[in-house]
């Protein structure tokens, strides 16, 4: 089996265990420079809807990815939960979410100041829900709280995400089409690495065809 086709079998059970657990996990590890807040700082956008993400999140206004290990005033403060990656938002108090396809639920890590909500809309823009989660500034990265907003449809079209007037990051961005079964918090599932192995999948096939017919 040569090493696109073994790629492809990977891609095929990593897409088979997000759809078995019920919900998807994003990151924000490997993604392109240019949506580095150092780098490029362009908003992340449709990145990961336009790699095939389930439910076709899209990011704005001024979503980045942030790597606190690499800017002193973040390293302490603002750590990542997982890898070194965390979303960020560049020039504005708030991250929306609109997702192309309405979840259930959705929930993420995060650190905040103050305080940080999650207020999520319906495909009308009317109000489904809000919830606040504590401030937790500057603490140990293993306390990290989980955030999250479930309904009991999956009602949910668009969320935003805002602070209370500080700063704040979010990591292991969770949603899913299917209400939690046990209360009223997003299960956590193993972090699914799948947008950066499509991505290199996608890659290593473009430049299989290309050899092939150069042959």
């Not at 690495?193 to 092939?212: D, Q, T």
Request: hydrophobic share 45%; charged share 15%; net charge negative.
């Amino acid at each position: 089996m040569n090493r696109v086709a073994l790629g492809l079998v990977v891609l095929a059970s990593l897409f088979f265990v997000g759809e078995a657990s019920g919900a998807v996990t994003l990151d924000f590890e490997g993604v392109p420079d240019q949506y580095n807040f150092d780098l490029g700082r362009m908003n992340l956008g449709s990145y990961y809807a336009d790699l095939g993400a389930a439910n076709g999140p899209v990011f704005s206004p001024g979503a980045t990815i942030l790597i606190p290990s690499l800017v002193p005033a973040f390293a302490g403060p603002y750590p990542a939960r997982s890898g070194v990656g965390v979303l960020y938002s560049a020039g504005f108090p708030y991250i929306d979410v609109t997702f192309t396809t309405p979840v259930a639920s959705v929930g993420f890590y995060y650190r905040a100041f103050a305080g940080l909500h999650i207020t999520a809309f319906d495909d009308a823009d009317g109000l489904v829900g809000d919830v606040l989660g504590p401030g937790n500034y500057n603490q140990p990265v293993t306390a990290a709280d989980y955030l999250s907003l479930s309904s009991s449809a999956p009602n949910i079209k668009r969320i935003q995400i805002h602070d209370t007037g500080n700063y704040f990051v979010v990591d292991d961005f969770t949603y899913s089409q299917s209400p939690p079964s046990g209360g009223s918090d997003v299960p956590e599932p193993a972090t699914l690495a799948i947008w950066l192995v499509l991505g290199s999948i996608a890659a290593g096939v473009a430049w299989s065809r290309k050899r092939a017919l150069a042959r």
